[in-house]
């Protein structure tokens, strides 16, 4: 973070020693409309606008990212409770198949008796 900041702060400098030489108004035409305007206002308020939707973009981004973290965890989560609900209910199978169990001995038929 620091890095980011001492960075703008570098590029921030040519900017200030342009705004302090070109300080002579300029027209700005925007359909019928012309309005006369301190070039060193214009650039200011060019380069605040760019860092204010830097800014919003970034956000965005990162919220985004975040979003799409959270619902990968709730996802995670559901499986990992139904992994559990299935282990549970395999137990719950094998204990009721040890206790019954299905292949019992046949008895002694009755050939075999006589």
């Known amino acids: 973070m620091k890095t980011k900041l001492i960075a703008g702060l570098i590029l921030l400098i040519p900017v200030l ?14 359909l019928r409309w012309e309005y006369p305007v301190s ?5 200011l308020s060019s380069l605040l606008i760019g860092v204010i939707l830097g ?4 956000y965005a981004r990162r919220n985004k990212e975040k979003n799409l973290q959270k619902k990968a965890e709730k996802k995670a989560n559901k499986l990992k409770k139904a992994e559990e609900k299935l282990k549970k209910q395999q137990e719950k199978q094998q204990k009721a198949e040890s206790q019954n169990p299905t292949d019992q001995p046949l008895e002694a038929s009755d050939e075999d008796q006589l």
């Open 39 to 43: 070039q060193s206002l214009l650039v």
């Open 55 to 58: 800014f919003l973009l970034s």
């Open 17 to 30: 020693i342009y705004v302090v030489q070109n300080g002579s108004l300029v027209p700005i035409r925007f």
